[in-house]
């Protein structure tokens, strides 16, 4: 992994051939189920190039959806480990469950529904990864985002081809304390956060600014 480490990153960064990109995403999670807990010193720096793609403008959006789905084979991955990261993954997860496009559009309702799916596999993902190490109760402050998006999806016309079907609903159950409900409003657009600035860490927050929507 040191001797591919480079290549990988460059392959993440490579947003003008957004095909080379997707690759890379797809390898990241071969990696991930290939080493299981070793790929946890290179968490970091993969999370933070993947991040960095979900707000790039000029990245190509096919390619988002496997980013976000990806999040959760990390998870799988490295266990209870990937509790530091769950400020700024789970807010991205967050804020993408908020997206909405005009479902009239085929193209657009294709896409809106790989975006939730892939929002559905990385939720599962990174709580079974927390339960394996008895974490899991570290999913709950985000618990209510999470079954929001799952009321919308499972009452909606437009629910998104295979969103449901992967979700493992009963993994979520453990992890819901009392008193949780929906929150957050759907938007005319994707309301990506905005990139981290500093390098990942315990307990790290967002910036509060509003991030401008992507195309």
Not at 26 to 52: H, S
Not at 154 to 166: T, V
Not at 185 to 203: I, K, M, Q, V
Request: with cysteine.
């Amino acid at each position: 992994m040191p001797h591919f480490r480079p290549f990988l990153s460059f392959g993440l960064s490579n947003h003008e051939e957004h095909q080379v990109c997707g690759v890379a995403v797809g390898v990241v999670g071969d990696i991930c189920r290939a080493l299981e807990g070793k790929v946890q010193p290179y968490c970091q720096e993969i999370l933070q190039l993947l991040l960095a793609n979900l707000q790039n403008p000029t990245l190509n959006r096919n390619v988002k959806p496997p980013i976000l789905s990806c999040f959760g084979d990390i998870a799988l991955a490295v266990g209870g480990e990937f509790e530091p990261y769950l400020p700024l993954t789970m807010s991205m997860l967050q804020q993408a469950g908020l997206t909405s496009m005009d479902v009239s559009n085929p193209d657009l309702a294709e896409y809106l529904g790989r975006l939730r799916e892939g929002i559905f596999e990385a939720y599962t993902g990174v709580l079974q990864g927390l339960r394996a190490d008895n974490k899991g109760a570290a999913f709950q402050p985000y618990l209510p985002a999470a079954m929001h998006l799952l009321a919308q999806v499972s009452g909606g016309a437009h629910a998104g081809g295979g969103a449901l079907g992967r979700l493992e609903v009963a993994d979520w159950l453990p992890a819901r304390g009392p008193g949780t409900r929906a929150r957050g409003e759907a938007r005319d657009h994707e309301p990506w956060a905005p990139p981290p600035t500093a390098p990942l860490r315990s307990g790290c927050r967002l910036p509060s600014r509003r991030a401008a929507p992507i195309s």
